[in-house]
């Protein structure tokens, strides 16, 4: 059986046709554009919405998947029966879900599906973070004396990733020891640890040693715990008199003051100069005298003790005249004898140059009063002078024409 060649070339267009109706359909596959979702982060116990987008749609539906492949939803309809997932919004174009109350178990990929030929699909990775537990303060649980070594351990689980710890003195951060992370067994999350080694001194007794946690699954601050910080110290000694200005025959008395940790309870009085007084009596902390005297002038000790050391210190006692009068400023005598005897002098100086200038005035009114009287040739005419007036002749006027 022969054919044209009429034939073959019918065969020929009719293959030409089938090829390009195949490019075509490759071009069109080509430049079709796939789903969109973005990546999403949330904590343990919240809540993550999952976004789908197509530009464009030929009544396909989309359809979202869990890291398992489970279909979650496929356009309105639910596929898994878990009531923490619920549909936001599906449109021909858009398909919106939120999962809440997310555990570390959600952790993963999720895909965005639409049934065109062919299937069409886009991942979005949801990161489930692990919340770190509040912080636990261990290693230390008695006073410690000062000079000593004292080593606090924090420690901090369920982070994921692994939590930063930072310690504090008070509001001033501390370096501590390179963290050391953990991870726990049966769950991909990190218990961490850190240390911190202090040398105390009596200036950290009652200070407030903190461990805070840093993790992007809380604020700053919301995970932190404090441990104050007890230091024992010896005792610094001061000797605080009833008066400043104690008085021949009042009554009077010293009291010795100690700020130690334990405080002070023994208290021991001495007199550096010998005994002392007959009439001082010794009260724990205050030496009492009943009626001062000046043969009670000396220089007095204390000395305390708290049972962690022992701290003294001395006061000078001087007894004043009962005659001596205290001013309520408290101002001394010399300085107001001072101001005193400078008023004096200006007054003084005041009172001469008003006599002085007093005494010049009276000569220069007894000079005029005489002035003209010693020229005159008889006594009349000196009277007349000296009174300063006229001889009572007119004065002789010319007159020129």
């Not at 059986?1 to 069109?28: G, P, R």
């Not at 356009?75 to 939120?98: F, H, M, P, W, Y």
């Not at 606090?152 to 939590?163: H, L, N, Q, W």
């Not at 200038?357 to 009349?380: C, F, M, N, Q, V």
Request: hydrophobic share 35%; with cysteine; net charge negative.
């Amino acid at each position: 059986m022969s054919f044209s060649k009429h034939h073959y070339l019918h065969i020929f267009y009719y293959d030409l046709l089938y090829f390009f109706k195949i490019l075509e359909t490759s071009v069109n596959v080509l430049i079709i554009i796939p789903p969109v979702t973005q990546d999403e982060t949330v904590a343990v116990g919240g809540v993550v919405t999952l976004t789908c987008n197509v530009k464009e749609n030929d009544n396909s539906s989309l359809q979202w998947s869990n890291t398992a492949q489970q279909t979650l939803y496929f356009g309105e309809k639910r596929a898994l029966r878990d009531n923490r997932i619920q549909l936001v919004k599906s449109t021909g174009t858009e398909l919106i879900i939120t999962i809440s109350d997310v555990q570390l178990s959600d952790d993963g990929e999720y895909t965005c599906s639409i049934f065109t030929m062919p299937v069409r699909t886009a991942r979005a990775t949801v990161t489930v973070l692990g919340v770190p537990g509040k912080p636990v303060i261990t290693g230390f649980e008695d006073a410690v004396q000062e000079g000593g070594k004292v080593t606090f351990t924090c420690t901090s689980s369920g982070s994921k990733p692994p939590a930063k710890l930072h310690w504090y003195r008070d509001q001033e951060e501390i370096q501590g020891r390179p963290d050391v992370v953990e991870s726990n067994p049966d769950e991909p999350t990190y218990t961490v640890t850190s240390e911190l080694t202090l040398t105390v001194t009596r200036n950290d007794n009652n200070a407030l040693i903190a461990c805070a946690v840093d993790h992007p699954s809380i604020a700053n601050g919301d995970k932190r715990t404090e441990r104050p910080l007890s230091v024992l110290f010896s005792p610094s000694v001061s000797i605080q008199p009833e008066s400043d200005l104690p008085r021949e025959g009042e009554k009077f008395f010293l009291q010795c003051v100690g700020n130690g940790n334990p405080e002070p309870t023994a208290f021991v009085w001495r007199r550096k100069d010998g005994e002392l007084p007959p009439m001082a009596k010794v009260d724990d902390a205050f030496l009492h005298f009943e009626s001062l005297n000046k043969s009670d002038n000396g220089v007095y000790e204390c000395q305390a003790d708290n049972g962690i050391g022992m701290g003294d210190v001395t006061h000078t006692l001087l007894v004043q005249d009962p005659t001596v009068i205290t001013t309520p400023s408290g101002v001394d005598h010399a300085v107001i004898g001072g101001v005193v005897a400078v008023i004096v002098f200006i007054m003084l100086c005041l009172l001469i140059v008003l006599g002085r200038y007093l005494i010049r005035h009276k000569g220069t009114y007894l000079t005029h009063e005489a002035k003209g009287s010693d020229d005159a040739p008889d006594a009349d005419t000196a009277i007349i002078n000296a009174e300063g007036g006229h001889s009572g002749m007119d004065d002789k006027k010319e007159y020129f024409i």
